[in-house]
């Protein structure tokens, strides 16, 4: 069965650096477009970044993310990454990754999350 598996994440400092990823399995990989969403406390879910499966890999970011976060994948071993930098306590959040059918549809296939907290 499809699944999707973060990790990760944890507690860092405002400036600091994490590189969460995820583990695919269940599908082939590198025939889907991968997202990153993000939901901070109390708040709604939050598209954060995609790549697509094709085209050299394009990515696009939220702008609040741009020049801090990368996103990449290795689709030989299945798997997504989100290189986050100089992180802010804005960005705490339950980090997901989710599978995009690529159709405009709503994401099919999504982890069970991973916690990112930035505080001083």
């Known amino acids: 069965q499809v699944q999707l598996v973060e990790s990760g994440g944890g507690w860092v400092q405002p400036g600091g650096s994490l590189r969460l990823s995820c583990a695919a399995s269940?599908?082939?990989?590198?025939?889907?477009?991968m997202n990153w969403v993000r939901q901070a406390p109390e708040k709604g879910l939050e598209w954060v970044g995609s790549i697509t499966n094709s085209g050299g890999h394009s990515t696009y970011y939220i702008d609040s993310v741009k020049g801090r976060f990368t996103t990449s994948r290795d689709n030989a071993n299945h798997a997504l990454y989100l290189e986050m930098n100089s992180l802010k306590p804005e960005d705490t959040a339950l980090y997901y990754c989710?599978?995009?059918?690529?159709?405009?549809?709503?994401?099919?296939?999504w982890g069970q999350g991973t916690q990112v907290t930035v505080s001083s």
């Open positions: 989710a599978r995009d059918l690529g159709t405009g549809a709503p994401y099919d296939y």
């Open positions: 269940g599908f082939t990989f590198s025939s889907y477009d």
